[in-house]
């Protein structure tokens, strides 16, 4: 069956610093994956998504930016953090077709102070 | 800018009543339909998903569609107090991943 796995569970962070947050699916092949993020009282907005190493999309332009080095490997960074960076970040994988249902990591839950 | 829309709520249904979950969403190409209930502080987990105009089920669920009018509804029978959570509706976009709505709070008391 397939996994998704996603670190770290919570995470602290000033002003300023870097970020990289990682997410690894096991148990699928070329699956497309995504990073969503939910600020409080939010819904999911979506970040970024991938439908193949090095292939990335982005919906929203801001300081952040994600990576795919490896087909099941998705890393989202950011080279200075804003305090508005702070939410529930989510890894996800689906199927090839980007209609295909998304299956959630346990999330990040990140402040920035 | 293509919108998914959900009532906040909270909505309170009693132990054993029928939970009725709508939402609305402006794209009219938009095929596939999801449904994912988010417990407090954790991530979204999938409850089903809908293609087809017409009512699909699985156990006490219940998703129906209507693609004419837009909306597409979820509801839950013999609500229990553990199915007080968050219910997001998705909905997919030509060239683009799933759009979430903000979901709307179920609260089932015993």
């Known amino acids: 069956s397939q996994t998704i796995h996603q670190w770290p569970a919570t995470l602290v962070q000033p002003v300023g610093s870097p970020l990289s947050l990682e997410c690894t699916v096991e148990?699928?092949?070329?699956?497309?994956l995504y990073w969503y993020r939910q600020a409080a009282g939010r819904g999911l907005q979506l970040l970024f998504y991938?439908?193949?190493?090095?292939?990335i999309s982005s919906e929203v332009p801001q300081n952040l930016s994600a990576s795919r080095p490896q087909d099941r490997q998705f890393i989202l960074s950011s080279k200075k953090l804003l305090l508005s960076d702070s939410g529930f970040y989510l890894c996800?994988?689906?199927?090839?077709?980007?209609?295909?249902?998304?299956?959630f990591g346990n999330g990040t839950r990140l402040t920035v102070t | 800018q293509k919108e998914v829309e959900q009532n906040s709520g909270p909505l309170s249904v009693p132990e054993g009543a029928i939970a009725s979950l709508n939402c609305t969403y402006s794209d009219r190409g938009s095929q596939s339909f999801f449904w994912y209930r988010q417990y407090s502080g954790k991530s979204p987990e999938l409850i089903m998903f809908?293609?087809?105009?017409g009512d699909k089920e699985d156990g006490r669920f219940t998703a129906q569609l209507n693609k004419a009018s837009q909306y597409v509804s979820l509801l839950i029978r013999d609500s229990q107090p553990s199915d007080s959570a968050t219910y997001l509706c998705?909905?997919?976009?030509?060239?683009?991943?799933?759009?979430f709505g903000k979901g709307t709070t179920l609260s089932v008391s015993s």
């Open positions: 996800a994988w689906s199927g090839s077709r980007l209609d295909s249902p998304l299956h």
């Open positions: 809908i293609y087809s105009n």
């Open positions: 998705a909905v997919t976009q030509a060239g683009t991943a799933l759009i």
């Open positions: 991938s439908v193949g190493i090095g292939q």
């Open positions: 148990g699928t092949s070329n699956p497309n």
